[in-house]
Every structure is written in C-alpha cells, then in structure tokens.
C-alpha cells in the first residue's frame, strides 16, 4: 500500500531538504541531456514522447517527478508491469493508475505471470524489457525511462563478479543504450544518484510510494541479500562510500570497453559480414586468425552477438574461448557443426564459418553421424567399450604435477586440460590425410599415420588404432599420446585422466 513518508520539522532541515532536492533535479537534467547530446539531437523534442516504467516503488515515483519537473512540455507515457507474483501487486497497478490521473498521462499496464518456480528475477526482467518494447513501438517513443540507481549499479556488480564476469560485465549497467527492434534508447538518469537521495527527495516533498516486501527478502531473493546484507557489510569493514566506489569502477571499465569496442568494431568487419535479416554471421577463417590475439577474437565474437542481439547470457567466458579455439584451429574438421546455448549453431564450410540464429524448434544437427557403426559417441566425462578396451574419463580432484604425468605409463593413460576440449566427443578410427599435433612437437602437426609407424604400429593394426576427437580435432591416440592443445599447463584449473584397460582387468 502507499506510504507517506514522515513529516520534517525545522526550518533548517527544510532548507537542506531544498538544496538536496535541487542537486537532485540538476543531476537528473544533466544525466538526460548527455544522453540527447549522444543521441545527435540535443534538444528536448516535447513531440516525441517518452515512456516511462514505473512500479509504484520510490525510484520509479521519484524519477516521474523529477522529470515532469525538469522537463514540463515533454509528453510522458507511465508504462506499469503487474508480475502478480505477490499480495499487493493489484493494489500496485490501482495506485499508478491514480498516478495517472492525477497527473493526467497515459498509461499502459502489462500483465505477466511466472512459468517456473526458479528464476524469477531473471524471467520477470526478459518480459518486462519485452514488454517496454512493444510499449515503445506503440508509442513511436524516443526513449524507454528507467529508475536505476547507483545501489542497483553496486548490486548488479558484486553479483557479476561473484559468477565470474570479465572486462566488459565490469562495465554493469549503461546510462542509456539502444533497445532493440525500436527506435527507442533505454535510459537511467538515476544510474549515478544513491537511493538514499531518491528517499530523502520523497520525504521531504512528501510524496507517496509503494513498498514491495520482496526486495527485503533475502532468503529468497538473491539481489535483496547482496542489497540488505553484503553491501553493508563491506560498508562497515572496508569502505563506506563502497557503492560510489563501484560506480567509478564501473564508469573507468566502461570508458576503456568502449574504446576497445571502437577497435573490435573495426577488426569485425575486414572479417566478417552480417546478415540481419537471415540471422547469419559469415567469418572468413585466414582472415579471423589474423585479427590480433586470443583475447582480440573472443571480443570480436562478443561483438558479433551484440551486433545480431542474439542471446548472451548463457554465453560463459569457456563457450567464447572454446568458440575461438575451435575457429582458430587448423585441424577443426570441415563440415563440422558446434552448437552453442540460446539455439545458436555454427557451422565450417572450407575455409569460411556461418553463424545463425536456428529456430528454436529445429531439432540440432549432430556433429558426427551417429548411425555410422565406425564412429562411437563419448558421453565427457564417462565410460564406453570398444574392442577389448574399457575407455574412461574421470575428473582429478588435484592437478597432478608435471613429473607426474610424465611418470605416468603412456600405454594406459594420460591427463589432459577439459577446459580445452570442445564437445561431443567422440571416437574412431583414423583416416588417411588426417593430422595432430603430438605433445612433445610443440605444436607441429604430423600425419597420424606417420605418428603410428614412428610408434611401432604396423600397417595391420594402424587401421584397428582408436583415436579420441572433439570438434577441433584429436584429442588422443588412445594407447599413445594426446595432442598438444590438450596438454596441461601451469594455467590449467582442472584435469581429466584417461585410462585405457583391457576388459578382462577392472576398469
């Protein structure tokens, strides 16, 4: 229900409270006008409207006032998600509603409701942005508003750094950017204003809100954890200006990721074309590999997602490195087909790479033939016989030292680095033409038949040889060595250990 926030009582405290309030209309114009100025079109334009997303909490409240105060002519269209996931939500939407009246604006109200019991923070936020969408194009808006604060800000960090994010999850969240499939900006003129503004604004110009109980609910609520109990925790041990200080962080690592991005956009195009209206992406290997280091790649690759909005954020930093391993490899097979999360397949045509958006109905295109009786599918890790040899894979619990995995009996076993190995793996026996690049070789390929003979392996049996592949190429000589690229090194953070035993020993 709404809340009236208490009465202030002196003089003095009205007088702070003015200046404050002040401050805050002087940033909220600010933050909108750079954003115009980015736009090309400085100018508030009062004919194009901007949508406004406002729950009924105090940031959304907060950022309507201030807006009709700073900017009187502009049209503005209240735009209220009701997730009907909670008592209360109802009583929400009413209260906007009245906002609207009050204020005489137009308002659209979307409903959605939850399809699973997990994930709600994630699910509610794809439909709502969906939705502000649709909104948009209705609307023909020059922008969709959202209340983001700099608390949203320190949260959304600590909770990318905590899964592991690299340089550009360290930028967080943009003050504006393009919402696609619009005309449309998505814009935060609170992206740098504490919350603690935001309320101080609404007390003393005495202005309801509402209060949602599940942004307190830590045992539920993963941002209301990080928002109730680690922020303030770090506050009082370490830093109490901490969520000032992730916004700078945020706003350096933004700075050097656009500047970066300026480059990559370059380095994108001399290898690549885009086509939007099939989905595809068509990279040109010589010309990929040629684009700067690892890293320089794996950001080309971001920024193709980015490019072609497909989905990223099942994307991990490992599904971007092996992505690049498995472009930039000379022994990736032709024809070969890596599927990758959000419905995305890649596939090597010669020396070219198409990447599409696949409906999400189309079944996936295994990468080998699964009926062909001379290739065996291996589930990684796991176990599979084939002949008189029991082949498995098991994860180490420690990385075994480089003595001992030179002691190690080459015949039976070896240890590789999984984070190298691009799947589904699969056995069988090798073909003529075919390479590797045996450890020892430092990264010189050698036929596998040569490999075989310098072994000791007589023509007879060469044919009868297993050998592991994973979409790049050989992983395993099974019964001899395993490739190069697999090999473990000082950087490696896990390993699996091969083994090779005849079926009549136990496995």
């Known amino acids: 229900m709404p809340e009236l926030p208490h009465e202030s009582g002196s003089e003095n405290r009205r007088q702070t409270d003015d200046v404050k309030t002040r401050q805050l209309h002087f940033q909220t114009k600010n933050a909108v006008r750079k954003w115009l100025t980015s736009s090309g079109n400085p100018i508030v334009s009062p004919d194009k409207k901007w949508v406004l997303a406002i729950s009924g909490g105090p940031d959304s409240v907060a950022l309507l006032h201030v807006l009709m105060h700073c900017f009187p002519a502009q049209h503005i269209v209240l735009a209220h998600m009701n997730h009907h996931a909670r008592d209360g939500s109802d009583a929400d939407e009413e209260f906007v509603r009245q906002l609207a009246i009050k204020h005489d604006l137009p308002i659209e109200i979307g409903h959605w409701q939850p399809m699973r019991t997990t994930h709600f923070e994630v699910d509610a936020r794809i439909a709502r942005l969906k939705w502000l969408r649709s909104v948009a194009l209705q609307h023909q808006s020059s922008a969709v508003f959202t209340a983001h604060t700099l608390d949203d800000q320190a949260e959304t960090l600590l909770m990318r750094m905590a899964r592991g994010t690299g340089p550009t999850g360290m930028a967080g969240i943009r003050p504006w950017r393009h919402l696609e499939g619009t005309q449309a900006d998505l814009v935060r003129p609170f992206l740098k204003i504490p919350k603690s503004k935001i309320l101080s604004y609404l007390t003393s110009s005495k202005i309801p809100f509402c209060n949602d109980p599940t942004n307190m609910d830590e045992d539920h609520q993963t941002r209301?954890?990080?928002?109730?109990?680690?922020?303030?925790?770090?506050?009082?041990?370490?830093?109490?200006?901490?969520?000032?200080?992730?916004?700078?962080?945020?706003?350096?690592?933004?700075?050097?990721?656009?500047?970066?991005?300026?480059?990559?956009?370059?380095?994108?195009?001399?290898?690549?074309?885009?086509?939007?209206?099939?989905?595809?992406?068509?990279?040109?290997?010589?010309?990929?590999?040629?684009a700067g280091s690892a890293r320089s790649r794996r950001q080309i690759l971001r920024k193709i997602w980015l490019e072609m909005c497909w989905p990223m954020r099942e994307m991990s930093f490992q599904h971007w490195v092996r992505l690049n391993r498995w472009l930039f490899s000379k022994q990736t097979l032709d024809g070969s087909v890596y599927q990758l999360p959000g419905h995305i397949q890649a596939t090597r045509s010669g020396m070219d790479v198409s990447i599409q958006l696949a409906d999400p109905t189309t079944p996936i295109i295994p990468d080998f033939d699964v009926d062909d009786p001379k290739i065996i599918s291996f589930d990684w890790p796991g176990r599979v016989v084939v002949d008189q040899w029991n082949l498995q894979a098991t994860l180490l619990l420690k990385i075994p030292e480089i003595r001992e995995i030179v002691a190690m009996e080459p015949s039976m076993e070896a240890v590789i680095d999984p984070e190298k190995v691009i799947p589904p793996v699969f056995l069988k026996h090798p073909a003529d033409g075919e390479k590797f690049d045996p450890l020892g070789l430092s990264g010189h390929h050698q036929k596998l038949v040569d490999f075989l003979r310098i072994q000791g392996v007589s023509n007879h049996l060469k044919k009868q040889t297993w050998v592991m592949y994973d979409q790049i190429g050989v992983i395993w000589v099974v019964g001899h060595r395993i490739a190069d690229r697999v090999k473990i090194t000082p950087e490696s953070r896990s390993a699996w250990h091969l083994t090779n035993v005849m079926k009549s020993e136990p496995a």
Not at 224 to 252: E, K
Not at 269 to 282: A, I
Request: net charge positive; aromatic share 4%; glycine share 2%.
């Open 224 to 290: 209301a954890w990080v928002r109730q109990s680690l922020i303030p925790l770090i506050q009082n041990r370490l830093n109490p200006q901490f969520t000032q200080a992730l916004g700078r962080l945020a706003d350096l690592a933004r700075e050097e990721q656009d500047e970066l991005g300026q480059i990559i956009l370059e380095r994108l195009q001399t290898c690549t074309v885009l086509d939007r209206e099939t989905n595809t992406c068509r990279i040109q290997i010589r010309r990929f590999r040629k």
